[in-house]
């Protein structure tokens, strides 16, 4: 046996690329669906994990799935604003615990998250350096933001304006950075965080401006009638919140009307949870409520559809391939006619050549389906991983 | 559907490029335990005062402004807004009192505007300066009256609200809470029928209040207040004493009301022009001696004084 053994192997040792053509082939056709299916498994389960962590989502109505992902992830489009009374409405009714957000803005292309103290305690991020938000004006940094920035407390980042030609728009804040969050491989990582009004400073809600009764503002007065005071456009308006001027940033109107993009609402029971649920049911109401985990299903589903897909295809291929490798295998017999008919004749058996081919064969196999295990257990691992990795390259 | 595309793009960079749930994605906030005192930061003397009268040896009172300023203008650091950051309850008073509080970071779920029930009593300023500019137009930057308590019936509204607030935070003992309020709404009402009795048959006396913070003491009792801007410690300065002439030309005040005693040469002055100065000391900040109810008793004493005078 071992020289039959031997003979295969020196066999597949001399045609060495034929051998790993066929291994290859082999190891791709079973690694390919295997593999896919345990990335997408992975990721799916990662999906939903952090859909589930978030009870339920209150947004302007319009797609669910934009709001979702935009409330989990900032990475969809901004959806739909809807006025912060929605937050405090939600807080009032005692159903849940609010956590507003607005993530309409960026700096140097990572998400400018502004939201509530509770955001942080809801996630569990915790500042691993510096401190957390405490004025306006300030911000904590998710720790890629801050390795990928080169930055960290007592930097600043600027927000980046929305269109360049938008020369009247929202003016760049400077904002200072008191805090970097600790790792916690989510998109948290990925974004700026500052308090609900300091994203409202940026949209131009907020502002501070210098002192209209000061002698160096009677240039940018253009009327004084009792006690109306009107201004020109040539107010200087600060684009950095500092100690000295802080007390001059004001809010104009009541804030409940200014935007939000979303609320996270925490209900402490199912009950609640129905309860809340229900009140956004009504044909006038202008907001919706999203259950994470129902559309990250749905996601989900359109996702193992594609699939679907991919993996019939692959066994399509798959099985064409194998044909081939089979096909492979037939003509290297006939190939092999002369090279089997010395073997009868130096006094080998019918049984111990068949032997000698059929280990060929199996040892092809069996090496395609080892790489094949590896390469899938290497998926389980580091698959995401890597691919995070290259889609941020 | 517009976003077809987008979506099946988004479904797999998400799926793939999401991150493991960290460890702290727990859907709720970790349940308070109850075990502990409630933790409780003020925004000024009274509400600490009302607090600590309500609940008791159940609740830990902070009040960390300085005990030389007015606290409705003090602006807390980074630290101290990182000490009210992790309270039980914050409580507020409302009516703009502590503008600080619109710019710095805290947890909105543990607020609680302890004026709210009267949003609509607010006293605001006729003389409040409004301005325009850019595309935002027409506005001003709040002249709303916020020393509230100065009315008992209010600063029985405040206790209220901080009595619900408490009992909502530990259910538990909301008897004893109930029972604080009890007892602080007595005192108070006491106070008012004090004042009322004081300060009966005034309404046509015309008054002056070195400061605008007596507006809601002068609504309760039907004063006829005005107000200029005389700072105790002050000299007021010549155009202060003009101001105060042509005010006195058409109300022709004889008593002034003082948030502490003036300078004695202020006070001089003001006898000069027939006026005579009464502390009634607002008590925003904790007094030096006893407590917001043996200060509102000084304060209803130098008002007897007054009034019963010749």
């Known amino acids: 046996m071992r020289q039959t053994l031997y003979l295969a192997a020196r066999y597949l040792a001399f045609h060495r690329i034929k051998t790993a053509i066929l291994i290859t082939s082999i190891t791709l056709i079973l690694y390919l669906p295997v593999g896919l299916r345990v990335l997408v498994a992975q990721s799916s389960e990662r999906l939903t994990a952090r859909a589930m962590a978030t009870p339920l989502i209150v947004g302007a109505k319009g797609s669910p799935l934009e709001l979702v992902l935009n409330s989990l992830y900032f990475g969809s489009d901004v959806p ?33 998250v502004g939201t509530g103290f509770e955001y942080f305690r809801f996630r569990g991020l915790q500042v691993e350096s510096g401190r957390q938000i405490a004025m306006l004006g300030e911000c904590v940094l998710g720790s890629r933001v801050a390795a990928t920035l080169g930055v960290g407390p007592g930097d600043s980042v600027v927000s980046s304006p929305e269109n360049v030609f938008d020369l009247a728009g929202v003016y760049p804040l400077k904002m200072h950075v008191v805090g970097i969050l600790a790792y916690s491989d989510s998109p948290d990582d990925d974004a700026i965080f500052v308090d609900l009004k300091t994203a409202w400073v940026i949209e131009g809600l907020g ?25 020109n456009a040539s107010v200087v308006q600060y684009t950095e919140i500092t100690p000295q001027n802080i007390d001059s940033f004001h809010f104009h109107g009541d804030l409940s009307g200014n935007p939000v993009t979303a609320v996270i609402a925490v209900p402490p029971d199912q009950k609640a949870s129905a309860i809340l649920q229900g009140r956004y049911q009504g044909e006038g109401e202008k907001a919706q409520i999203a259950h994470p985990v129902t559309v990250m299903d749905e996601l989900l589903d359109t996702i193992l559809t594609v699939q679907s897909f991919v993996v019939a295809g692959a066994i399509v291929v798959g099985a064409a391939t194998l ?65 995070r990795a290259l889609i941020r390259m | 559907m517009r976003h077809q595309g987008f979506t099946l793009l988004a479904l797999t960079l998400v799926a793939i490029g999401c991150g493991a749930p960290e460890p702290g994605d727990a859907p709720a906030v970790a349940p308070a335990t109850h075990d502990a005192k409630l933790s409780v930061y003020v925004v000024n003397y009274p509400l600490a005062y009302f607090a600590e009268r309500i609940g008791g040896d159940l609740v830990d009172v902070d009040f960390p402004a300085p005990p030389d300023g007015d606290p409705a203008f003090w602006v807390p650091d980074a630290d101290r807004v990182a000490a009210y950051q992790g309270a039980d309850l914050i409580l507020l008073n409302g009516a703009g009192y502590a503008g600080w509080v619109d710019r710095v970071t805290l947890p909105p779920s543990r607020l609680v505007n302890t004026s709210m029930s009267f949003k609509d009593r607010y006293v605001v300023s ?79 006396t015309p008054v002056l209040g070195s400061h605008p913070v007596y507006q809601y003491l002068s609504r309760r009792y039907e004063l006829n207040l005005r107000s200029v801007h005389f700072e105790p410690d002050e000299d007021p300065d010549a155009k202060g004493w003009q101001a105060l002439d042509e005010i006195l030309s058409e109300h022709p005040a004889r008593w002034m009301l003082w948030e502490a005693e003036p300078l004695a040469t202020t006070a001089e002055k003001l006898e000069g022009r027939g006026v005579a100065s009464v502390v009634f000391d607002p008590c925003g900040n904790v007094p030096e001696e006893g407590d917001f109810l043996t200060v509102m008793q000084r304060n209803l004493s130098n008002l007897e004084r007054v009034l019963a005078g010749p």
């Open chain 1, 207 to 231: 502002h501070g401006h210098q002192d209209l009764s000061a002698p160096e503002a009677a240039s940018t007065v253009l009327s004084r009638e009792g006690g109306k005071v009107t201004a």
């Open chain 1, 80 to 112: 739909e604003k809807m006025r912060y009374a929605e937050s405090i409405r939600i807080a009032d009714s005692g159903l849940a615990l609010a956590i507003p957000m607005y993530t309409r803005f960026h700096s140097q292309g990572h998400p400018i």
């Open chain 1, 323 to 387: 044909a081939s490798a089979a096909l492979v295998f037939m003509l290297s017999l006939r190939l092999r006619r002369r090279e089997i008919e010395t073997l009868f004749k130096i006094g080998g058996s019918r049984r111990a050549v068949g032997t000698v081919m059929v280990s060929e064969i199996v040892a092809v196999l069996l090496a395609g389906v080892i790489l094949a295990a590896g390469l899938t257990f290497l998926t389980s691992q580091f698959g995401s991983v890597v691919i």
């Open chain 2, 126 to 204: 006729e003389d409040a300066v409004v301005h325009s500019h850019g595309p935002e137009g027409e506005h001003d930057h709040g002249d709303t009256a916020f020393t509230t308590w100065l009315d008992p019936t209010l600063a029985i509204e405040h206790a209220a609200a901080i009595r619900d607030a408490f009992a909502a935070a530990r259910p538990e003992h909301e008897a004893v809470f109930a029972g604080g309020f009890e007892s602080l709404k007595t005192d108070l009402l006491e106070l008012d029928a004090s004042l009322e009795q004081v300060t009966a048959g005034q309404a046509q």
